[in-house]
């Protein structure tokens, strides 16, 4: 009876023993900051909105809505020679560090913008120039 008490006292004593934080390291850890979450366009080519890239157009307002199940939407309002045009765009996104590739049938092919998760900015190169997007 004493052995079967000693050999559950060591047993025991194992267990607390191999309960350290090497066991714990996501309970310990950081978090690392989530995507997910609503980035309003705030501006373009390094100009706040409304901006006019050319005549008759001008970029109103847009942003993404990207959610924690890799969906995500894009919205943009252009008004082109003052006629207002909603446009939105749905599909998946993935991450890879500061890298978000977006994936939508109606873009010509993916996108990749950049994340500053410290900024709370989303960046993207399109063809009227730098757009930033803010958390």
């Given at each position: 009876m004493k052995r079967t008490g000693l050999v559950a006292a060591i047993a025991l004593a194992l267990l607390l023993a191999c309960k350290t934080s090497a066991t714990e390291?996501?309970?310990?850890?950081?978090?690392?900051?989530?995507?997910?979450?609503t980035y309003a366009l705030v501006s373009v080519a390094g100009q706040p909105l409304p901006?006019?890239?050319?005549?008759?157009?001008?970029?109103?307002?847009?942003?993404f809505a990207l959610a924690a199940d890799s969906t995500f939407l894009e919205t943009r309002s252009i008004?082109?020679?003052?006629?207002?045009?909603?446009?939105?765009?749905?599909?998946?996104?993935?991450?890879?560090?500061?890298?978000?590739?977006?994936r939508s049938s109606e873009y010509a092919a993916p996108v990749t913008l950049s994340w500053a998760p410290a900024?709370?900015?989303?960046t993207a190169v399109w063809v009227e120039g730098v757009f930033v997007y803010r958390r």
């Open positions: 390291p996501a309970a310990r850890s950081a978090a690392a900051p989530s995507i997910a979450g901006y006019s890239p050319s005549p008759g157009v001008v970029f109103v307002s847009g942003g008004s082109f020679d003052g006629v207002p045009e909603a446009h939105s765009f749905v599909g998946v996104y993935s991450v890879l560090g500061d890298s978000v590739t977006l900024a709370g900015t989303l």
